[in-house]
């Protein structure tokens, strides 16, 4: 990892040159436009992992009249994206829930869809393709029996979200997925009174898969050995995930802990302003390396970062098929000290 520095660009974080998305979404009357339909549901890290895809689909389809479904979760991100006409939450009925399923039928089919594309390519959103029936079934890129675009190389299950979303837009006529444009993704985090040199903690991940986590003293000790280097540890997570905060801060009692303080536009004010980001494999760090910042990402046995380690402009992956098993000294000098 290059030395850490205060001097990395806002926008674009990666270098290259980003999608013109911000004023892209069409004015005039939307029944004289394509109306096209993105389903990307969950969770925060596969959202995060499509949101070049959906600016690519904005960049094909410039006039067109775009709708997400999403879940209400990430409803505020494709939003602000203005990527999108408007937003559609789904309700995701329970598959005996046959009046949330009808629910969901009369909103794809009054959205009057020409084209869907489906980022979720998952057996439920598969199933949304055949709600059309007995009606017109739009053209459809994804994974569903019978859509006009499908994308059936047998290798996706074993490919990282990116490269799934560069190959089944590639069938559907959208050749290239260049840096999406993400200066919407930001907020002002003045308000924490943070040192001008912090790095971000993520100890947490989903609570029934424990073996993903990073033993929490070794990140009490990591947090100790930042501070050394005149870098304070701020620690990030959900509200239940302060007692993890709390093991950090007993180890370094001068740790920052923002473990229930952040909405996801807040964390990425912090991404952008931080030195770098140390945290198990869990959604933020997605949101985190995408928006450039330098991150430090830890995987056990129980996923594969070949399928799902964080993209962006400096990404670190350590592995150990048990994480008990990777020492402080080894993930800081990942992060060059």
Known sequence: MAPLTNDRPRFPENGETALPCQAAVPEGNPATRQRILVIRLSALGDFIMALPAMAAIRLRHPDADITLLTTKPFAELGERSAWFNRVEVDPKPHWRDLSGWFRLRRILRAGRFDRIYDLQAQDRTALYFHLFWPFRKPEWSGIAFGSSHPHTDPARRYMHAYDIHAAQLRVAGIETIPPPDLSWLDEDVRRFGLASRFALLIPGSAPHRPAKRWPIARYGMLA????????????????????????????????????????????????????????????????????????????????????????????????????????????MAAVGG
């Open 224 to 331: 100790s050995r930042l501070l050394d280097r005149g870098i304070t540890p701020v620690v990030l997570g959900a509200p239940d995930e302060r007692p993890l905060a709390d093991a950090i801060r007993a180890l370094c009692p001068r740790a920052r802990d923002l473990t229930g303080e952040t909405s996801l536009f807040t964390i990425a004010g912090l991404a952008r302003r931080a030195q770098l980001a140390i945290g198990n494999d869990t959604g933020p760090m997605h949101l985190i390396a995408i928006l450039g910042c330098p991150v430090v990402s830890l995987f056990s046995s129980e996923s594969d970062p070949v399928r799902s380690a964080p993209r962006g402009k400096s990404v670190t992956v350590i592995r150990r098929d048990d994480l008990a098993n990777l020492s402080v000294d080894e993930v």
